[in-house]
Nanobody, 125 residues
Framework: QVQLVESGGGSVQAGGSLRLSCTTTGYAIRPYYRGWFRQAPGKEREGVVVIDDNGRTTYADSVKGRFTVSKDNAKNTLYLQMNSLKPEDTGMYYC???????????????????WGQGTQVTVSS
C-alpha cells in the first residue's frame, strides 16, 4: 500500500523559509509524478508544483522564483524549499504521487491517485 508522509511544516514570519519533505513508502517502484498542492482556509485546493521522473517541472505562477522542488530518488523523498514566504502562502500542504505516465506535467489534482495527510504552513505578517 502506497503511503506518503509529509513533514516540515510550521509557523514562520513573512520573508522566512521552510522546507517540506514527503517520503513515499509501500511500493518498490517510485512514482512517475510527484507534486505539492495546498489548500488555504475557505479555498479550493490548488497546485503548487509538480515534477516528473525526468525532472520536468510545472510551478504555479504565484510561487515561481520563491519555491523550489527537488527529489532524492534514493530516499524516495520529495522536497519543497519555500523562500520569501508570504501570508498568502498559508495553508495545508499536501504531497501527491501517481504512477501512470500521461506525457504531461500539469498542476491538476485529478492526475494524482495518492495523497499524504498534509502539513500545515502558517505565515504571519
Amino acid at each position: 500500500q502506497v503511503q506518503l508522509v509529509e513533514s516540515g511544516g510550521g509557523s514562520v514570519q513573512a520573508g522566512g523559509s521552510l522546507r517540506l519533505s514527503c517520503t513515499t513508502t509501500g511500493y518498490a517502484i517510485r512514482p512517475y509524478y510527484r507534486g505539492w498542492f495546498r489548500q488555504a482556509p475557505g479555498k479550493e485546493r490548488e497546485g503548487v508544483v509538480v515534477i516528473d521522473d525526468n525532472g520536468r517541472t510545472t510551478y504555479a505562477d504565484s510561487v515561481k522564483g520563491r519555491f523550489t522542488v527537488s527529489k532524492d530518488n534514493a530516499k524516495n523523498t520529495l522536497y519543497l524549499q519555500m523562500n520569501s514566504l508570504k501570508p498568502e502562502d498559508t495553508g495545508m500542504y499536501y504531497c501527491a504521487a501517481d504512477y501512470l505516465f500521461r506525457g504531461r506535467v500539469r498542476l491538476d489534482e485529478n492526475d494524482y491517485q495518492y495523497w499524504g495527510q498534509g502539513t500545515q504552513v502558517t505565515v504571519s505578517s
